[in-house]
């Protein structure tokens, strides 16, 4: 299984923007589909965004296109998720996850490999 770190969490205020990163480690990166999901307290984990192997397509939940932009840099192990008009509503634990036997993957079993999660705050 690929090993996953996100990064770039921390304190923002409403309107402000953050990027998160999830680095890969071992070989391969390129195989797995990506996707990002987040967990506020007191509520299920969902999913916030997918990116297929090649980068080439990505997919979003519905409430947040348009202000959430997820990429990766194969060559680098790395996925991103750029936030921007940053919402009290988007605090949360933000969590990255690779999956290997599905293309467009976007469910919590879709997914084999996860992160630890970076805590997103958005003050009001």
């Known amino acids: 299984q690929v090993q996953l770190v996100e990064s770039g969490g921390g304190l923002v205020q409403v309107g402000g923007s953050l990027r998160l990163s999830c680095a890969a480690s071992?070989?391969?990166?390129?195989?797995?589909?990506m996707g990002w999901f987040r967990q506020a307290p007191g509520k299920e984990r969902e999913f916030v965004a997918g990116?297929?192997?090649?980068?080439?397509?990505?997919y979003y939940a519905d409430q947040l296109k348009g202000r959430f932009t997820i990429s990766r840099d194969n060559a680098k192990n790395t996925m991103y998720l750029q936030m921007n008009s940053l919402k009290p509503d988007d605090t949360a634990v933000y969590s990255c996850?690779?999956?290997?036997?599905?293309?467009?993957?976007?469910?919590?079993?879709?997914?084999?490999?996860w992160g630890q999660g970076t805590q997103v705050t958005v003050s009001s």
């Open positions: 071992g070989h391969m990166f390129s195989s797995y589909a």
């Open positions: 990116i297929t192997r090649s980068g080439a397509t990505t």
């Open positions: 996850a690779a999956s290997t036997g599905t293309s467009w993957p976007t469910r919590l079993s879709d997914f084999d490999s």
